[in-house]
């Protein structure tokens, strides 16, 4: 009997101290919830007051080049804001990307803005740089189909055409380009200036890759030369003489058979690198010079708007 009420009473005592522990953490824990939401609230405020000045610092950054830099400094913002500026936020970072000719990262936060953005300055210019990110990573078809379906409310008539004639010079329609590059103009001696480029429509389509290939299929290296590229003729030249001297003399000491399964094989994999090569420099060659002429067309076009 006593040793069952001292049993009890031991069970008593721990049930006591257990119920005395969890009031205690419970109320410790009601502290610590207390004193972080007053701590955050702190920080948010502060936060807040100061998000401009991210906003300002994130500005200068992107300003003076550190596109990257000022990347960070603009998702740290998201933590902080309280005024709802996520799409001014967002469309500031595309600004970034397209700086860095990350042109897939920029369309991806342009098409979440015009998706949630109710601000029709930002909608407008959330889909002129999308446009312009579209024709630059060569998405010409999707890039159509937003002018196409466009109205006035986002383009004026200079601007729609100026897109229209830069989708098609990208997908070497020179003639449609060239139609709406000049239906982009608003003066009439910025047309002739644009005339003037057009008039020698050849330019936009030599070197030839078509032409190249064949001229270093007949003569080695001439394809590279007909490119102005001196240094790659002669070595396509030099190494396909010598190995077709080779092939030669290997057939006549020994025999066709031995020549054809030693040496021979290498002569054609420098020959079709010959013919290779030559086109792959025309093609180099001629888009440099597409995008000379381009970068001279935005320049006459965007100093008749200043």
């Given amino acids: ?33 207390l004193f972080q939401i007053y701590a955050f609230a702190q920080i948010s405020n502060v936060s807040a007051q100061s998000s401009n000045n991210y906003i300002n610092y994130a500005d ?11 990347i960070k400094i603009y998702k740290r913002i998201f933590f902080f804001d309280k005024e709802n500026r996520e799409n001014e936020i967002n469309l500031k970072i595309a600004n970034c990307y397209i700086k860095l000719q990350n042109y897939e990262s920029a369309i991806s936060l342009l098409d979440s803005i015009l998706i ?6 930002i909608v407008i210019d959330a889909l002129k740089k999308k446009t312009s990110c579209l024709i630059m990573a060569s998405y010409i078809p999707q890039a159509l189909i937003i002018l196409l379906s466009s109205d006035s409310v986002y383009f004026d008539s200079h601007e729609l055409c100026f897109y229209k004639a830069l989708c098609y010079f990208k997908n070497e329609d020179i003639k449609l380009a060239e139609k709406y590059f000049l239906k982009s103009a608003e003066n009439k001696e910025t047309k002739i200036m644009l005339e003037n480029i057009f008039e020698n429509k050849s330019n936009l389509f030599s070197p030839s890759p078509v032409k190249a290939k064949i001229l270093s299929a007949l003569v080695p290296g001439s394809g590279q030369a007909y490119c102005g590229d001196m240094k790659n003729s002669l070595n396509a ?28 094989p290498w002569f054609m994999r420098y020959y079709k690198g010959n013919v290779k090569k030559a ?21 006459i076009i965007a100093s008749e708007k200043n």
């Fill in 60 to 70: 200068s950054l992107s300003a003076s080049g550190n596109s990257e830099g000022a």
């Fill in 237 to 264: 030249l030099f190494l396909n003489v010598a190995l077709g001297y080779l092939t030669y003399k290997t057939a006549v000491a020994y025999s066709i058979f031995d020549s054809a399964i030693s040496v021979f």
């Fill in 1 to 33: 009997m006593f040793l069952e009420s001292i049993v009890t009473l031991v069970g008593q005592i721990k049930q006591i101290c257990t119920d005395f522990k969890s009031v205690n953490i419970r109320k410790i824990s009601v502290i610590c919830v």
């Fill in 116 to 121: 949630k953005s109710s601000d029709k300055s």
């Fill in 279 to 299: 086109g792959e420099i025309a093609d180099r060659k001629r888009n440099t010079k597409r995008h000379e002429i381009l970068n001279e067309i935005i320049y």
